[in-house]
């Protein structure tokens, strides 16, 4: 007997393989787990994710309103929907190349945070950022032990 390939759809009780079971009378795809005999149809997540992923970014940086982004013009639908989108963090990949001028500053933000940025003074290209509760030595060098050492530093 073969064994299921690691792409195929995973159960969502007991995580083991399914196997495809039919169709459905629209024409969906039926799936049925083999250990626990769950049968149903997985929607495609990672298309419809996408889908929301570009509304909500054509919306938070574009000039669009919520309701005209939408597809059916409902604001309060797109901000349930890509709620989730708010949760994904911006991976900045680690800075490797001396830069001539580097400008830092900090951006206090709700509930007591503060958020350090080191920018390149040049292109405006972001290099690293920072956590911490307030502006410190300790917050700044953590922010600049992950970036080399410029020519010019500008805070």
Same mark, same amino acid.
């Given at each position: ?44 997540? *990672?298309? #419809?994710? =996408?889908?929301? $992923? ?9 000039? @669009? ?54 920018? *390149?003074? #040049?292109? =405006?290209?972001? $290099? ?9 030595? @300790? ?17």
């Amino acid at each position: 007997m073969r064994t299921k390939s690691s792409k195929a759809k995973k159960c969502p009780v007991c995580g083991s393989a399914m196997k495809r079971n039919g169709r459905t009378r629209a024409g969906t795809q039926r799936w049925m787990c083999v250990a626990c005999s769950l049968t149903g149809v997985m929607r495609q997540q *990672d298309a #419809e994710r =996408g889908r929301q $992923l570009d509304a909500f970014l054509g919306w938070l940086l574009g000039r @669009a309103s919520q309701s005209s982004c939408d597809a059916h013009g409902d604001a309060r639908a797109l901000r349930k929907r890509t709620a989730w989108c708010w949760n994904i963090r911006p991976e900045i990949p680690p800075c490797t190349v001396k830069h001539h001028t580097v400008m830092a500053d900090g951006t206090y933000m709700s509930h007591g945070w503060c958020l350090i940025t080191a920018v *390149d003074g #040049e292109s =405006g290209e972001v $290099l690293g950022s920072q956590w911490c509760p307030h502006e410190s030595k @300790a917050a700044y060098v953590a922010l600049f032990s992950r970036i080399p050492s410029p020519d010019v530093l500008v805070t």
